[in-house]
T-cell receptor, first 113, second 113 residues
Framework: DSGVTQTPKHLITATGQRVTLRCSPR?????VYWYQQSLDQGLQFLIQ???????AKGNILERFSAQQFPDLHSELNLSSLELGDSALYFC????????????FGPGTRLTVT | GDSVTQMEGPVTLSEEAFLTINCTYT??????LFWYVQYPGEGLQLLLK???ADDKGSNKGFEATYRKETTSFHLEKGSVQVSDSAVYFC????????????WGAGTKLIIKP
């Protein structure tokens, strides 16, 4: 158990809908990262937050957004969903900014039908 | 840009065989290097890391040495077990800038009893 929790574990929704994925980092970790894992694109970095502020953006679509709250949990919002958004979405946390280990949650499997 | 290249899988071995999974990287400066493992149906677990040249990371019988001269971080284990069957990902955090993980494509390892 990494100490990072993600909910829900599975999500099935229809095209055009909006969903919210939730992540709670390990106790004491200030950085949260979101990654997408899909069969065709592999693992890709989406976005990073540190202590409530956005720090870096990767290959995140404009339909996607995220935030980190004062209690350090984070939410990833995916809207106008398309079939191609079906993937595993992982949250990871680390103690701070730098070359620290990132600890991953169990992921949320999103299926768009 | 920075990238990670892993040997293609699947790699199929018999129990107690010697394992090598090749990983090479392209990056400026001195990235930190990681191996993560993903067991079937689970999230990503940090296996080992190395942060500077000639560092050796080790965990659970697995080892990898940071070779700057060959830009490599090959994963090795002397005697694999059926329980080692999983997908192994090599990744880096580049020097300077963002602290996102840049991933290899993953190598599926199958160990037969």
């Amino acid at each position: 158990d990494s100490g990072v929790t993600q909910t829900p574990k599975h999500l099935i929704t229809a095209t055009g809908q909006r969903v919210t994925l939730r992540c709670s980092p390990r106790s004491g970790d200030l950085s949260v990262y979101w990654y997408q894992q899909s069969l065709d694109q592999g693992l890709q970095f989406l976005i990073q937050y540190y202590n409530g502020e956005e720090r870096a953006k990767g290959n995140i679509l404009e339909r996607f957004s995220a935030q980190q709250f004062p209690d350090l949990h984070s939410e990833l919002n995916l809207s106008s969903l398309e079939l191609g958004d079906s993937a595993l979405y992982f949250c990871a946390s680390s103690v701070g900014l730098g070359h620290y280990e990132q600890y991953f949650g169990p992921g949320t499997r999103l299926t768009v039908t | 840009g920075d990238s990670v290249t892993q040997m293609e899988g699947p790699v199929t071995l018999s129990e107690e065989a010697f394992l090598t999974i090749n990983c090479t990287y392209t990056a400026t400066g001195y990235p930190s290097l990681f191996w993560y493992v993903q067991y079937p149906g689970e999230g990503l677990q940090l296996l080992l890391k190395a942060t500077k040249a000639d560092d050796k990371g080790s965990n659970k019988g697995f080892e990898a040495t940071y070779r700057k001269e060959t830009t490599s971080f090959h994963l090795e284990k002397g005697s694999v077990q059926v329980s080692d069957s999983a997908v192994y990902f090599c990744a880096l955090i580049k020097a300077g800038g963002n602290y996102q993980l840049i991933w290899g494509a993953g190598t599926k390892l199958i160990i037969k009893p």
